[in-house]
């Protein structure tokens, strides 16, 4: 059944005229459900790379509906006028139209390593090329959570993906933002300041 619910959201991320967040949303529901399968009670996280603050710019709060929330810059980042991810919290859509951020959360706990195999089998439904660049430790208003950079192809158009992955007791905080890759570097910044607006306390 999984299956078949993520060959719908390829079918309309395929349809679409701008890259989705629809296979995004599937894919996080392909981790969490692998994830509830696999019982553990540690995961690894190394010593933070750096560390990060809500910009003060960043007036507008998302509340997550398991646990956490999203403070952006409203005169950046606004509600999506469409609803891409079936299973996402919320989405916002940049000033220019040409990026997405979506932000889920969950009660469930699971280690990150876990939740990364689960996460690109899932995309890899609709992206085979999906390729995790990098991965680094952060601590982002307090919490330490991993930050991750990936890339593939979408309607012959190349993508990539930022986002934060937060996971402890009380449950877990995702938060990712796609563009074409032709633009990142020139919107990294608006990015980057929308995903240091997570908090998880």
Not at 43 to 51: H, K, N, Q, R, W
Not at 85 to 95: I, Q, R, T, V
Not at 101 to 113: A, E, L, N, Q, R
Not at 126 to 137: G, L, N, R
Request: overall charge neutral; some cysteine.
């Amino acid at each position: 059944m999984l299956r078949y619910v993520l060959g719908l959201s390829a079918a309309a991320m395929l349809s679409a005229s701008v890259p989705s967040t629809a296979c995004t949303g599937c894919a996080y529901a392909f981790a969490n459900a692998a994830a509830r399968h696999i019982t553990l009670a540690t995961t690894s996280v190394l010593l933070p790379a750096g560390e990060f603050k809500k910009p003060k710019a960043s007036t507008k709060k998302y509340d997550g509906k398991a646990m956490g929330a999203l403070w952006v810059n409203p005169k950046v980042w606004l509600p999506a006028t469409e609803k891409q991810g079936e299973h996402s919290d919320f989405e916002l859509e940049h000033e220019t139209g040409n990026a997405q951020v979506i932000v889920m959360s969950s009660k469930d706990f699971y280690p990150f390593d876990l939740f990364m195999k689960g996460f690109m089998e899932g995309m890899k439904e609709v992206a085979p090329d999906i390729e995790q660049v990098s991965t680094e430790d952060r601590t982002v208003n307090g919490a330490k959570l991993k930050f991750i950079r990936l890339k593939c192809t979408m309607n012959s158009m190349p993508i990539t993906y930022f986002g934060y992955i937060y996971s402890g007791a009380r449950g877990s905080v995702q938060v990712l933002a796609t563009l074409p890759s032709e633009i990142a570097d020139e919107l990294y910044p608006d990015i980057e300041n929308a995903l240091n607006g997570l908090t998880v306390k």
